[in-house]
């Protein structure tokens, strides 16, 4: 059975692997993907009756595994949409290489590293070497008209002090000084008249100049080029570079998933990569954190996950935020009514076809 995701409940979840999900969906449907799959970890992970096995044989397994996958991604992805794909040192490099030639390496964004922790300190287990504190997010687009919202971060004390020293009397505003001078001068085309008594090559019209003067967001000492004020608190922040330390991991009594992933970083994908009302696809759902971002941000979410467990959990996660949700399930005993992490019954499991 096809689906088409604009006919669908605003979140869904399908008890499948994500390549039979994918198959179901039409082509350039998908406006954003965040991919979070196995690690190559060579282990078993389990916690509180949830789990996943990323033990293989070898790379070539993985690779063969995870390439099709990748296609029908690249499939259904729309050429304004974007995919991000959350690995670690054990497989990264490989899911770079395999991704350049399915998405084309001239649609890579962004390498982002996740400072998940502040240390890891395996030394007395005989280690010999520095501690593996980063996940790696490759970030792809579908063509070079993507969407992308920039998002900022606040600046930190030391820099505010530094940058913005100086405090406005009577409203005890900080700012900076910054310059009004054009940079080119006449070859870049900026123009060149008297202000204040000083003659130069500005940025703005004289028009604009005068406007600002008037607003009280030019310094000026007589004799002195005149400075433009930058006040801090109509700055956005500093815009988020690819290397992101702000986002720990989550406390660990809050974590019910093997591998779950904090909500502010999923916050920050969805912002920066969806607007409202359109449709994120989270293939390896796990604990579908995405998909409660997704909630909380007005997107809409289709997510796949293969364990009973995890999607029970889930499913209790949405009740937990009052969001309705349906699961697609081929498994008519998905759920049993003594299951201790049964989901709601306003939770509608429908069977796959």
Partial sequence: MTFCPSQLDKYVLFQEDCLDTAKRLPNASIDLIYADPPFFTGRLHSMNGCNFDDEWTNTDEYINWIKPRLKEFKRILKTTGSIYIHCDWHISHYLKVLADGIFGNNNFVNEIIWKRQSSHNDVKQGSKHFGRIHDTILVYAGS??????????????????????????????????????????????????????????????????????????????????????????????KAVQDMWTDIPLICSRSVRFPTQKPEPLLERIVRTSSNPQQIIYEPFAGSATAGVVC???????????????????????????????????????????????TPDKKHCILECE
């Fill in 144 to 237: 070079q008209n993507y969407v992308w919202n920039q998002q900022y971060s606040p600046y930190d004390d030391f820099y505010v002090e530094q940058t913005y020293r100086y405090i406005e009397s009577g409203t005890e505003r900080r700012y900076a000084l910054g310059d009004l001078t054009g940079p080119g001068g006449a070859s870049k085309g900026n123009p060149q008249y008297e202000f204040l008594g000083v003659k130069r090559y500005w940025r703005y019209s004289k028009v604009k100049m005068l406007k600002l003067f008037s607003a009280g967001k030019i310094a000026h000492v007589k004799g002195k080029v005149p400075l433009l004020k930058r006040y801090l608190d109509e700055m956005k922040g």
């Fill in 295 to 341: 909630y909380k941000l007005s997107r809409r979410w289709i997510g796949s996950e293969l364990s009973k467990s995890a999607c029970a959990y889930a499913l209790n996660r949405f009740r937990e935020i009052d969001c309705n949700i349906k699961l697609y399930s081929n498994s008519k005993l998905a759920f049993r009514p003594n299951d201790t992490m």
